[in-house]
Every structure is written in C-alpha cells, then in structure tokens.
C-alpha cells in the first residue's frame, strides 16, 4: 500500500488533471539519503533527469548541497535555481554549449577520451574537476533501452581502451550501470568495476557511481548499501564517493490525479478514457513498461476481462496505443469519477510531452499542514510557444 495524506473528499481541491507532490513523503526520503550519506561518509546528490521541480528546491537544500546535470538546461537549473554548480556529464558536449557548462559546473564527465581531448584543457582552464565515465560492461538491468552497458553501448569508456597513465588532469571516474536497483546490484557492480579500474584509481581524486541506487524503497537493504560504502571508502580512502540517484529522492512522494471522461466498449472490452495520457504524461508506464497502481483498484497485468467492473484505462490522445490494461474497480466508473494513479512524481513529471496538444496536468504541491500550493497550471500558450 502506497502511503498519501490526500483523502478522497480532497480532490476536487485539486486542478483536473494535477501531479501533486506530498512534501512529508518528499521529507522523509530527503531525510533517509541524508542518513545514508552521512553514515557512509559519502555525498549523495539530486538527478534532474528524474526529478526537476525547482520550485521546491528550498527543501532539498536543508539535506543536500549539489546536483548532477546531463545537458546545459539542467546546467544552468542546478547553477541558477539550486544555487550550487552542477556535476555535469553528457554523452557530447559541443562548441555552442560547452562554456555555459563549464560556468556552471564544478565537475565535469567526459564519455570518451576523444571529448576529453577536444574540452578538457577549457575545463581545467575554468576550475572544473575532469572524470571519464567507464564502462563495466556490467548491468543487472533486463529492460534493454535502459542498459548502459548492454553490448555496443555508447555510454562510456572500457578498459581495455584506457591508457596506463590517464590523460594529466583526469581526477575522477564515473560509473552508471543501476535503474531502480538493489544494494545486491552495487555489490555486484563495485567487483566488475574494481576489477576492471581499481588499477587507475591511485590516480583518481573521485569516483562517481552514478545513479539507479532506489535506497528509498522499502524492501532496500539500507544497512548493506550503508556497509558497502563505508568498505569502498577503506579500501580507497582517498577517494571522494558520489551518488546521484533520481527516483529514490522523489519515489512514491506523490499521485497523478485525473477524471473519467468517457467510458467506451468494443468485443468486451471496457476502456475508461481519461483526461490525462500514458503516451504524454506517463511514458515510462509504455516504454518499460510497468502498470502503475490505481488507488482503489486491484490491477489485473495484461488481462482484457468481461468481468465485472474491469476496466482498461485509456489515454486521451490519438496514439491507438495510449492505454494500459487492466484494472478492477469496487464500482462500475462513470464520467467524472476519479482515477488516481500512484507515484507519479519521479522521471514522469520530466518527461511529459505535448503531443496531440492533449492538455498537461498541473503541478501541485500539499504542505505539512495540508495546504496546497499550485505550483504550475499550464495553458495553450504553453503548448502554442514550442511550436513557435
């Protein structure tokens, strides 16, 4: 059961449709990654790539000082709205971006000694500490689009192609090969990865391992991850250990709140049409893909029944494959019924497109004390300004 303090007689307070992030449940995963930085002895920072709301950037700064950036927006995100420079890496950096980069960063990734040798006399000149991201060619991830190490990958420097003596000015490495993973996963990782690069590592000030790490799940093994850590800082103890996880800051901190606006049947099979969309406002749910669980409802993968009060959920877009199956609700739906999907907040509210123009939820935001703060409403200005 996912935990919310949002009552059901609470969501017509609410924008239809509307992410809205609980900040008790952001806190206490803000206050967990604290802990385990602080007992590891470790610095654990935010990913933009899975979360991104700004506007409450003022209460991760009480947990954690920095942020780690893959593109010159999210540079300039980390460097002007969380006020720290960002630990930057992208699989290419170019001339018209790189910079505005180095001015808002205070390390940077190379993926490629070739990218090193085009930028990293700039970055040195600028103050930023320079690392390459090495290739393990290891991963427990089975989703294959998100495998970095899976054969042929472009992510990433292997062994075998690195000199014995890294270029002068190298000061870190930076290894992600976790989406969503267990403390298990690490341990496996950090053999291939000592195997691999230890030898390098006297040369290293740094070592970055990524993000992936969900310690924020309940059945995550916190203590093992804890004692890995605390083993690699003995092992190396001149070494500065980086983690940058995304989900686990914002993993079940919040719903997606969407209405029933039409209920439709064909050969069986009912579809309750949202005002909300898999294919625009939860593309992770198709392209993994996972079924997100639907408050008050049991869910029933892959199954099109006939039973009663079974249901698909369909977007509102017009992608014939913006629907997921199936769910079984206590009640037959009708139209203005709400349909709320569970933990919403993390890599969703990123992704989010406009395809069709299919209206974009609006982000909110409940307090400790159950007020609610809108923190964005979009309009057909918003959509109409992409296109200009």
């Known amino acids: 059961m996912i935990e919310s303090d949002i009552r059901e007689d609470e969501y017509a307070k609410y924008p239809s ?4 992030l609980e900040e008790r449940l952001l806190r206490r995963n803000l206050s967990l990654i604290k802990h385990v930085a602080d007992e590891a002895g470790v610095e654990i920072i935010l990913a933009f790539k899975a979360y991104a ?3 409450t950037f003022p209460i991760f700064r009480e947990y954690i000082s920095h942020t780690t950036a893959s593109s010159l927006s999210e540079a300039r995100l980390a460097f002007e709205e969380f006020g720290t420079q960002a630990h930057t890496y992208s699989p290419a950096y170019d001339d018209d971006n790189i910079d505005t980069i180095l001015k808002c960063s205070s390390h940077i990734t190379f993926n490629s000694l070739s990218q090193f040798e085009r930028y990293g006399a700039k970055a040195l000149q600028a103050g ?3 690392g390459l991201r090495v290739n393990p060619e290891y991963s427990e991830i089975e989703t294959e689009i ?21 270029p002068a000015g190298v000061e870190g490495f930076h290894c992600h090969c976790h989406c969503e993973s267990s403390a298990q996963a690490l341990e496996h990782t950090l053999v ?6 230890a030898k390098w590592f006297p040369q290293l000030k740094w070592l970055n391992l990524g993000g ?9 093994d916190v203590d093992h991850l804890i004692a890995l850590l605390k083993g690699l800082r003995l092992r190396y103890p001149w070494l500065k250990i980086i983690l940058e996880p995304g989900s686990a800051f914002a993993w079940q901190t919040g719903p997606l709140i969407s209405k029933v606006v039409d209920v439709v049947e064909n050969h069986g099979i009912r579809t309750a049409i949202l005002n909300v969309s898999f294919a625009c406002h939860m593309p992770d749910c198709l392209e993994m893909p996972y079924w997100p669980a639907v408050r008050g409802a049991e ?4 199954v099109t029944s006939t039973e009663e009060n079974v249901y698909r959920l369909g977007g509102n877009s017009c992608l014939s494959g913006d629907y997921m199956s199936s769910w079984r609700f206590p009640h037959p739906l009708e139209v203005g019924d709400y349909v709320v999907l569970e933990d919403m907040i993390h890599y969703t509210t990123v992704k989010t497109n406009t395809f069709n123009g299919v209206s974009h939820p609006a982000i909110a ?6 007020s609610i703060e809108i923190l964005r409403e979009f309009t057909y200005e918003d959509y109409r300004s992409r296109m200009d």
Not at 17 to 20: L, R
Not at 152 to 162: A, C, V
Request: glycine residues 8%; aromatic residues 10%.
């Open 17 to 20: 449709a509307c992410y809205v």
């Open 53 to 55: 709301l700004w506007k």
């Open 128 to 130: 930023v500490s320079c």
């Open 146 to 166: 998100y495998n970095p190490c899976a054969p042929g990958s472009r992510f990433g420097i292997l062994h075998t192609d690195l000199p014995e003596e890294l």
């Open 192 to 197: 291939h990865l000592e195997e691999k690069f």
């Open 212 to 220: 992936g790490h969900l310690m924020t799940r309940k059945d995550y």
């Open 299 to 302: 869910t029933l993968e892959n």
């Open 365 to 370: 935001l409940r307090h400790l004390d159950g």
